[in-house]
């Protein structure tokens, strides 16, 4: 199967590196605007460069779109106007997390199997120094054509990834779980070196201090679940050490420590279902 990808930026090329390990995958080459970033990401994977749309479609047999989301339906609207419908028959995708296959309006009158699929990873560099691929054993959401994502759910699990198909409803719903897990953590992470500052840390010393506790907490809850990796005076319901922190933070931390407190209650009370929290909940204006 020959693989061609419209949009040479981080993902797009992640993508790329991580299919071709497939035997199954051809990867035909890119094409972006400006062309030097197709450029660059042709010559780091040995494919082609292309410098027209209707050329990377004659030369594929699907297309991932990885281009900004807000530039994938305008991208599909080009494709759709190229003359002589040469992407009738192609499988159509593109990697967003919020969007769903919905975004390729009118695909199947143009004959078109449209899907999405999305690593559940953050990418952080086109061409990692070392060579390593991003994509290894992360996660992908797919939705779209039944046939398509079937096939790249079987392709996935080749290169070892888990997959799973869900609703295009869901899609939006789905990536803000992803933000939610990936994104905000480090918000509360930064409130605590910012803390731990103001006791006298370097910035550099503080997230020194906060490694293994921020790894083993992020391995306890996915290997054993919310209620057996917490922890910590809420889930003692130790009102006299949870007053005292409120006490102690500053307004910035504070407004991050006591919603999220409360939002550990119910996980508490679930752990600890003849523990009183009455009065923790009341301190926390629960």
């Given at each position: 199967?020959?693989?061609?990808?419209?949009?040479?930026?981080?993902?797009?090329?992640?993508?790329?590196?991580?299919?071709?390990?497939?035997?199954?995958?051809?990867?035909?080459?890119?094409?972006?605007?400006?062309?030097?970033?197709?450029?660059?990401?042709?010559?780091?994977?040995?494919?082609?460069?292309?410098?027209?749309?209707?050329?990377?479609?004659?030369?594929?047999?699907?297309?991932?779109?990885?281009?900004?989301?807000?530039?994938?339906?305008?991208?599909?609207?080009?494709?759709?106007?190229?003359?002589?419908?040469?992407?009738?028959?192609?499988?159509?995708?593109?990697?967003?997390?919020?969007?769903?296959?919905?975004?390729?309006?009118?695909?199947?009158?143009?004959?078109?199997?449209?899907?999405?699929?999305?690593?559940?990873?953050?990418?952080?560099?086109?061409?990692?120094?070392?060579?390593?691929?991003?994509?290894?054993?992360?996660?992908?959401?797919?939705?779209?054509?039944?046939?398509?994502?079937?096939?790249?759910?079987?392709?996935?699990?080749?290169?070892?990834?888990?997959?799973?198909?869900?609703?295009?409803?869901?899609?939006?719903?789905?990536?803000?779980?992803?933000?939610?897990?990936?994104?905000?953590?480090?918000?509360?992470?930064?409130?605590?070196?910012?803390?731990?500052?103001?006791?006298?840390?370097?910035?550099?010393?503080?997230?020194?201090?906060?490694?293994?506790?921020?790894?083993?907490?992020?391995?306890?809850?996915?290997?054993?679940?919310?209620?057996?990796?917490?922890?910590?005076p809420v889930e003692r319901a130790d009102v006299g050490t949870v007053r005292s922190h409120l006490e102690a933070l500053s307004p910035e931390a504070r407004a991050l420590y006591?919603?999220?407190?409360?939002?550990?209650?119910?996980?508490?009370?679930?752990?600890?279902?003849?523990?009183?929290?009455?009065?923790?909940?009341?301190?926390?204006?629960?």
């Amino acid at each position: 199967m020959r693989i061609g990808f419209i949009g040479a930026g981080k993902v797009g090329c992640a993508m790329g590196a991580h299919l071709r390990r497939s035997a199954l995958v051809t990867v035909s080459g890119y094409y972006n605007r400006p062309a030097d970033a197709a450029h660059d990401a042709a010559n780091a994977l040995g494919v082609t460069e292309f410098t027209s749309l209707a050329d990377i479609v004659e030369q594929s047999d699907m297309l991932f779109i990885t281009v900004p989301d807000d530039a994938i339906a305008s991208v599909w609207q080009e494709l759709r106007a190229l003359p002589d419908d040469p992407i009738s028959g192609m499988s159509i995708g593109h990697c967003s997390g919020c969007l769903s296959s919905r975004v390729f309006d009118g695909s199947d009158k143009a004959g078109v199997s449209a899907f999405s699929m999305h690593p559940m990873q953050a990418v952080s560099e086109r061409f990692p120094a070392d060579g390593r691929d991003q994509l290894d054993g992360a996660f992908f959401a797919l939705e779209g054509d039944a046939r398509v994502t079937e096939m790249l759910r079987q392709l996935l699990g080749s290169l070892g990834n888990r997959s799973r198909v869900i609703d295009a409803d869901a899609k939006t719903r789905y990536h803000a779980a992803a933000a939610i897990a990936s994104n905000l953590p480090i918000a509360l992470w930064n409130a605590a070196v910012e803390t731990l500052r103001s006791c006298g840390f370097t910035e550099s010393d503080a997230r020194e201090a906060l490694r293994a506790m921020i790894v083993h907490n992020a391995e306890s809850f996915c290997e054993r679940g919310a209620k057996s990796a917490l922890t910590g005076p809420v889930e003692r319901a130790d009102v006299g050490t949870v007053r005292s922190h409120l006490e102690a933070l500053s307004p910035e931390a504070r407004a991050l420590y006591e919603p999220l407190s409360r939002a550990l209650l119910g996980i508490a009370e679930a752990k600890n279902p003849n523990r009183d929290y009455d009065a923790l909940r009341e301190l926390l204006g629960d």
